[in-house]
């Protein structure tokens, strides 16, 4: 997993680059007319198209018949019995192609949410860091019994308060501010393990890791942005409190993936009689 | 709006724009905007007092200043009777003394009711409310209004079509709406309904238990596993339906604290909020949502200062003020001017008088600490001038600084050896707090000076002076020593306030607010006992009784002059609402507080022991304020009163002020 | 705790958790304690109403110190 993220990271940031310094809602649209065009492409080839044909006219026939039939109550009921027998039929043929998209689309949604879903440090803007200790392993402890948890911040990003230690939620944490733009690494250090997070302040597109997670397989697909943590560490997560952006849709703010669906959804229902595709 | 920010390539088509919609505006007898004005920019420094600016102007350390006395003039400005802020800003802003505009404190009472509130502004009580389970939805009332009559000077400017922008101009909430842009200042209340109300979570129990502590909550906090957990309170839940013999339940807010536990730092989490404190750091503004009902919510905002962790955990939490960017209620017009402010400093205080004088009173700011607060309060205040001098481009602006007033307040006493508090260890070290912070705002004057248009007139003002505020009055003490005033229960001597253990059936006489002192006049009070017919001669006996006052430690005179309202008041309208007489006290001494609330004290004179150790509610003529201008004015100005006219003048404006009423004779 | 005082009857746990609570919180005893806890939700309940907060309004006033 580790290693097919790291591939589509390098894939993603290389085809989102000529984007990055335009605002959000330009890649975002193109990407969702590209997704809606693969998405029909898929249906067609993975789906039985004859089938949906003959199904979808059924239930048109069956709605027509309603209409025509409209004084004749045994008529109606009868055609409205034949359409709910055959919704779950269509819904049944369109679960393959359905099927096949999934794991692709999980996959770019993951990448794409790391460079639409967050904005960059804005300097002099504070920002907190969080790193949680995985439960029950011993605390790296200094020679006074203290927390031995440090971070080092590369020049132009500065720790302005912590560590401070919670070991209620067995988290420490620090609040940083960049002083200017740039693509830092951080490093954090627990008793002889260290550990590496990135942070950008930038205002453009780039991929932004709000957390670094563990190695479990559901935590790695949906946070692809940054290598997981080696097994070894003693630390279970890293976080960064990036803040969320939107994208500005025609003066509508909102998240990046509703514009993405609603934006690809358009597409697809647009050219589906062009690529020859029944839906 | 005409002559608007453009860029400076599009301003001569927006000039030519301008002339053709004023020449429409013109042709159809209706007011539009000038396109070609005249420019006044007002800095209000409240409490610039006339004495020290000039000491420090002869030393050299007010270089602006001196600037513009020279290029055009400096002179004391006559404050308003009572020389109290709000009065005095009203004086300002209609041109009428209080007789004329109804301000004559910060306390009125109602007569009727003999209940005291604050003068300016008042809350429209919910009588009627549309029941559900256990809440209810008001259907009428919950407005607030301005209780200032008259018309302010800035309405007259927009009828002549000139620009206007008005930025926490006093005594003016909930704003006039009469100006482009205006946000109210000194009289607008915190979220809670307060002049602001400070919450302090400390582990040590007992050390402010039984202290009266006004301004302020202190909440007594357990640490437990490293953690604190308490609410921040609100204002009663007005949407909860009363239950019978219970207190109204108040809106709450919980959050945590947690304790690094070797390091002087925590962990701050408010809903989804998370902040780091480490000891003796300020957070930025945090959202305080209060849920009402379902679907309704209450927002205000509010900082911590992380005072200490140990010994003992000390949590301060600023009054909860309105939010700029989305204000519970309206402070500014149109209302979106709140959140146009905060373009560059981000979310500010709103609420009136910032600086929180109350925390240093109760002992929980050092002065530092105060200090620092002052200044986190004034900075923004400071960069949203500049933003409305990079915006300006003719007509009126008006901009006000509270900071001069506030900080002087308490701070005065350690330019006062002579004071009964004052200790040389402690206060010597601050003895400069108050020249440097003339020096700051010169300095502000300075910028003000350089990005002001070359032809523009800038007016520097002030609403009163200072004075050292060293022995306190208690005037009721001294209406009761004298026979004019009963008590219920003569033994207890002492009463925290509102009128508690007076015997108004034997009471002739009764001191409210700063300066104020009324007959307990038939027909007119709730329970009044003087007739109509002896009003006059008891007020005579009265003035002539206090100005033989004379302190029982030094011997001097304490009040140097008792004014008559209908001899010192030359307008007319609201005269009814002012006390019978207004009493000027000697430089130095002033109303107690006991007394301003309608309390009792066991002796009539006290050394003031507070930090708020300056003052300025005395005879009107010890404490005038400044005025200063970078050309002499057409038409002169001795007063606060006199000084709005001379504006208009300034901005083309012929027509007398303040305006005539139609009916008038 | 002098003069006047009186026996007031807890349950065996309530005690035990009070006894627990008021040492942590470096109280100098359980008595204490509950003084002041019952003090505290007494002054809650005892200054209800809206004169009350009318008060509050003014005694917020800077100038009444």
């Known amino acids: ?279 | 709006m005409a002559g608007a920010p453009g860029k400076p390539r599009g301003r001569s088509r927006l000039a030519l724009a301008a002339v053709l919609v004023a020449a429409l505006a013109a042709a159809l007898g209706c007011h539009g905007k000038k396109a070609q004005q005249p420019k006044v920019i007002v800095i209000g420094l409240d409490g610039l007092d006339f004495t020290l600016t000039g000491q420090l102007m002869a030393e050299g350390k007010l270089p602006n200043l001196s600037k513009i006395a020279q290029r055009g003039f400096f002179q004391a400005l006559g404050t308003a009777v009572p020389p109290q802020s709000p009065v005095a800003w009203s004086n300002f802003i209609t041109g009428m003394d209080a007789g004329g505009h109804g301000i004559y404190d910060f306390i009125h009472r109602d007569a009727k009711t003999m209940v005291p509130y604050l003068s300016t502004s008042r809350v429209d009580e919910t009588t009627r409310f549309f029941r559900i389970g256990k809440y209810q939805f008001p259907l009428n009332g919950g407005k607030t209004r301005l209780l200032r009559q008259g018309t302010p000077f800035w309405e007259v400017l927009a009828q002549h079509g000139i620009d206007t922008a008005v930025v926490r101009m006093p005594a003016n909430f909930p704003p006039s709406g009469k100006a482009d842009k205006e946000i109210s200042g000194m009289g607008t209340p915190d979220l809670l309904g307060t002049p602001g109300t400070f919450q302090f979570y400390t582990t040590e129990l007992f050390k402010y238990y039984g202290k009266e502590i006004t301004g302020g909550e202190v909440h007594e906090v357990v640490v437990e596993n490293d953690q604190v957990q308490d609410k921040i309170y609100g204002p009663t839940n007005p949407y909860l339906a009363p239950i019978e013999g219970q207190k109204p339940e108040r809106l709450a807010e919980p959050f945590t604290v947690y304790l690094d536990p070797h390091r002087d730092a925590v962990k701050l989490v408010l809903a989804d909020q998370e902040r780091l404190l480490e000891k003796g750091e300020w957070s930025d503004w945090l959202t305080i949502d209060f849920k009402l009902a379902p679907t309704q919510h209450l927002t205000g905002i509010a900082r911590f200062y992380l005072k200490q962790v140990r010994p003992e955990l000390e949590l301060y939490v600023t009054p909860i003020n309105l939010d700029p960017l989305a204000p519970a209620q309206p402070i500014s017009h149109p209302e979106d001017f709140a959140a146009e402010l905060a373009e560059r400093t981000g979310r500010y205080y709103t609420k009136e008088m910032p600086e929180d004088t109350k925390a240093l009173n109760a002992g929980i700011f050092t002065p530092e600490e105060f200090l620092h607060q002052a200044e986190l309060a004034t900075e923004p205040q400071i960069v949203q001038l500049q933003q409305m001098l990079d915006d300006y481009r003719q007509g009126l602006l008006f901009f006000y600084f509270g900071d001069t007033d506030q900080v002087a307040h308490m701070m005065w006493r350690a330019m006062d050896p002579a004071h009964p508090a004052y200790n040389a260890a402690q206060d010597g070290p601050f003895a400069e707090v108050i020249p440097k912070l003339y020096q700051k705002f010169d300095r502000v004057l300075g910028y003000v000076l350089e990005h002001a248009p070359p032809d523009a007139l800038v007016l520097v003002m002030s609403d009163h002076g200072f004075a050292p505020f060293r022995r306190a009055v208690n005037l009721n003490s001294w209406l009761r020593d004298n026979g004019y005033l009963a008590t219920l229960d003569p033994t207890r001597r002492a009463t925290s306030g509102f009128f508690d253990n007076f015997n108004w059936a034997k009471t002739k006489a009764y001191a409210l607010g700063l300066n104020g002192l009324y007959i307990n006049l038939a027909g007119r009070e709730k329970d009044g006992i003087v007739p109509a017919s002896e009003r006059e001669a008891l007020m005579k006996e009265l003035s002539a009784k206090l100005l033989a006052l004379t302190d029982t430690k030094n011997g001097e005179r304490a009040i140097t002059k008792v004014y008559p309202r209908e001899e010192v008041y030359q307008d007319r309208g609201h005269l009814e609402i002012g006390p019978d007489l207004v009493v000027g006290f000697a430089r130095t001494w002033r109303t107690s507080n006991e007394s301003a609330l309608a309390g009792l004290a066991a002796e009539v004179f006290s050394d003031n022991t507070a930090a708020w150790s300056g003052d300025h509610c005395m005879d009107h003529e010890t404490v005038p304020g400044v005025l200063f201008g970078t050309r002499k004015l057409a038409r002169p100005a001795a007063s606060l009163k006199d000084l709005a006219a001379s504006i208009l003048v300034e901005l083309g404006v012929q027509e007398p002020f303040p305006p005539r009423a139609p009916s008038a004779p | 705790m002098f003069g006047n005082t009186v026996k007031i009857k807890l349950d065996k746990d309530l005690l035990a958790r009070i006894e627990r609570v008021s040492r942590v919180a470096g109280y100098s005893s359980p008595e204490e304690f509950i003084s002041h806890a019952l003090e505290k939700e007494l002054a809650k309940l005892e200054d209800a109403g809206s004169e009350e907060e009318l008060k509050k309004r003014l005694r917020g006033l800077g100038y009444i110190s």
Not at chain 1, 259 to 264: D, P, W
Request: proline residues 8%; without cysteine.
């Open chain 1, 1 to 279: 997993m580790a290693t097919l993220n790291s591939l589509l990271r390098q894939l993603f940031d290389l085809l989102l680059s000529p984007f990055a310094g335009l605002p959000s809602v330009v890649p975002v649209t193109a990407i969702s007319v590209v997704v809606g065009v693969a998405m029909l492409w898929v249906y067609k080839k993975t789906s039985n198209q004859q089938k949906i044909e003959d199904v979808k006219q059924q239930i048109f026939a069956s709605v027509f018949e309603i209409r025509l039939f409209n004084d004749n109550l045994p008529a109606i009921f009868r055609a409205q019995g034949d359409i709910f027998r055959r919704i779950p039929r269509y819904l049944s043929l369109s679960f393959v192609p359905l099927a096949w998209m999934l794991l692709p689309m999980v996959l770019l949604i993951a990448q794409l949410q790391f460079h639409y879903g967050y904005q960059g440090l804005q300097p002099g803007q504070p920002v907190l860091l969080k790193a949680t200790l995985k439960p029950g392993a011993s605390l790296p402890q200094d020679a006074a019994g203290a927390l031995d948890v440090a971070l080092s911040a590369p020049e132009g990003l500065k720790v302005e308060a912590g560590p401070v230690w919670v070991p209620a939620l067995r988290e420490v944490s620090w609040r940083l501010a960049a002083e200017r733009p740039g693509s830092y690494q951080l490093t954090l250090k627990a008793g002889s393990e260290s550990l590496t997070k990135t942070a950008v302040s930038s205002e453009k597109n780039l991929r932004r890791s709000p957390i670094r997670v563990g190695g479990a397989l559901l935590d790695q697909l949906l946070y692809p942005a940054e290598d997981p943590i080696p097994t070894t560490s003693p630390f279970a997560e890293v976080k960064l409190d990036y803040p969320e952006a939107e994208v500005n849709l025609l003066g509508w703010h909102t998240h990046w993936l509703i514009a993405f669906f609603v934006l690809s959804l358009v597409a697809a229902f647009a050219l589906k009689g062009w690529m020859g595709v029944e839906l």
